[in-house]
């Protein structure tokens, strides 16, 4: 085995927890506290259900631990069910580039880490490793594609219409399986054919769910499947079974069948532990929603918040933003027929915001069914913004979005070109996981499992952060 495969291997096998930076180290412990937040408070949604049965109807030794739930499973099902949780609300952090990492990469993690009684130390190193070599992964595949509009080259990857020719999500799967690796103490040899048998078990990306009338539960990655794939490959050679050992390498690699025309491998290996890429590019989320919904969110509560305007007060909120966003029928969708079509609504959000409901139940059953918030959202309204496009050039990253409020007899106005995802302080994140978490959890456990996170290098075995994590 050679090239960009044997690269990775061989920098897991070689990295240990008093290597990594100390931002990388503290970042780490963040994205951890987030996303099992954000587990926690999924436990009512259709999906959070869907993974704890589907735990269930996996049978075998009750090996792990469900987040939020008292049900244990076996490692392969507890990383399936906490997979699909931490995802289910839409609510997990991004890493850039483009790249919904987290759901998909720490539950094989912690499930290994639980079973074989790992350190935090182990943990917080895994789920590093799990985490940059994701991004890494996006950007060696996503950081040179083409459109149809191109008359160069081939038409692999090109989808009319789209700037996400490429879709990494997959690759996931890969940098999981690897990090889970370690905890697992994979030899050289082994660790080789686990990303082999990785390969084999990561699903075809997709984009068609973007175009879907209704949201379906597996959108860029069916999350849990790719977590329950990573423990199941690293078990697999453990227990013997043998793999191509450099799925990534090559002109047949596992980049092409993505459909990508363009391989960068020197973007996943270019200073491979002497530059580290998660920290600066985590983007936490404010909002159980739709991203591109966070701009509008921060500008709406800011006006009722300081003009202190209850629902019955408004008349009118109109929103300017992203066309996409506008003239999508799912963004403005008010018929909620369940609780991916209310993270999807721009209507929704703005309405579950003017009630003042706790993010935590954003996505609850009975607030889908609330007639105050129902019929609030006839009230919303979106268009594109005209200084949109203008704005972008100038700023690639930003969202030029602005929000009029129609109350009490004036017009209140707010508008921004930034989300507030990548500056979250750590007690913003603090205060969104005591949010989530008190939803299910005792307080003291909460607030044991908050001291925890962030000195779980301390931890001498995961089963100490994992008692608190469930009822």
């Known amino acids: 085995m050679g090239g960009p495969t044997q690269a990775l291997v061989d920098f897991v096998q070689a990295s240990h927890f008093d290597d990594l930076p100390q931002e990388m180290v503290h970042e780490t412990k963040r994205i951890l506290l987030d996303s099992i937040g954000v587990a926690i408070a999924a436990l009512k949604t259709d999906k959070g259900r869907y993974g704890l049965d589907m735990a269930k109807r996996l049978g075998g030794p009750a090996e792990a631990s469900i987040i939020g739930s008292s049900l244990r499973a076996s490692f392969a099902g507890a990383a399936f069910a906490n997979g699909e949780l931490i995802n289910a609300l839409d609510y997990d952090a991004m890493i850039f580039p483009f790249n919904h990492a987290p759901p998909a990469v720490i539950p094989s993690a912690l499930a290994i880490a639980e079973m074989a009684g790992a350190s935090g130390k182990d943990l917080i190193l895994a789920t590093a490793l799990n985490c940059e070599l994701s991004t890494r992964l ?31 999500y997959s690759l996931t799967v890969i940098a999981g399986t690897l990090g889970a690796g370690k905890i697992a103490r994979l030899d050289p040899s082994k660790m080789a054919y686990a990303t082999g048998v990785a390969a084999q078990f990561a699903p075809l990306p997709s984009l068609n769910w973007r175009y879907a009338v209704r949201i379906p539960m597996a959108k860029y990655l069916a999350t849990g499947w790719a977590s329950m794939a990573q423990v199941m490959a690293v078990t697999s050679a453990e227990m013997g079974c043998t793999a191509e050992t450099g799925p990534l390498d090559g002109n047949l690699g596992m980049w092409r069948f993505f459909g990508g025309d363009v391989w960068d491998p020197d973007a996943l290996t270019r200073n491979l532990g002497r530059e580290w890429m998660v920290p600066g590019a985590v983007e936490y989320k404010a909002y159980p929603c739709a991203l591109l919904f966070s701009i509008a969110l921060d500008r709406f509560i800011e006006i009722i918040e300081e003009n202190n305007l209850t629902p019955e007060d408004i008349e009118k909120v109109s929103i300017k933003t992203f066309l996409w966003v506008a003239s999508q029928k799912r963004f403005m969708a008010k018929e909620i027929v369940d609780h991916l079509a209310a993270q999807f609504s721009l209507p929704y959000a703005i309405a579950a915001a003017a009630h003042r409901v706790s993010l935590a ?56 070109k930034h989300a507030r995802g990548f500056d979250l302080t750590d007690e913003d994140l603090v205060q969104k996981f005591r949010t989530n978490a008190t939803k299910v959890l005792p307080q003291a456990k909460v607030e044991k499992a908050i001291s925890i996170f962030f000195e779980l290098e301390k931890v001498e075995s995961v089963t100490e952060l994992v008692g608190c994590l469930t009822p």
């Not at 950007?139 to 990494?168: C, H, M, N, Q, Y």
Request: aromatic share 6%; charged share 35%; hydrophobic share 30%.
């Open 138 to 168: 996006s950007a060696a595949v996503r950081g040179r594609k083409r459109d149809f509009t191109t008359p160069e080259g081939s038409e692999l990857g090109k989808i009319a219409g789209t700037k996400d020719a490429v879709s990494p």
């Open 361 to 416: 139940e954003w996505q609850d059953p009975e607030r889908l069914t609330d007639p105050n918030i129902l019929q609030f959202m006839d009230k919303v309204f979106a268009e594109a913004h005209p200084d949109y496009l203008k704005v972008s050039r100038e700023e690639p990253e930003s969202n030029m979005t602005s929000v009029e409020v129609v109350a009490k007899g004036k017009v209140f106005k707010g508008e921004g």
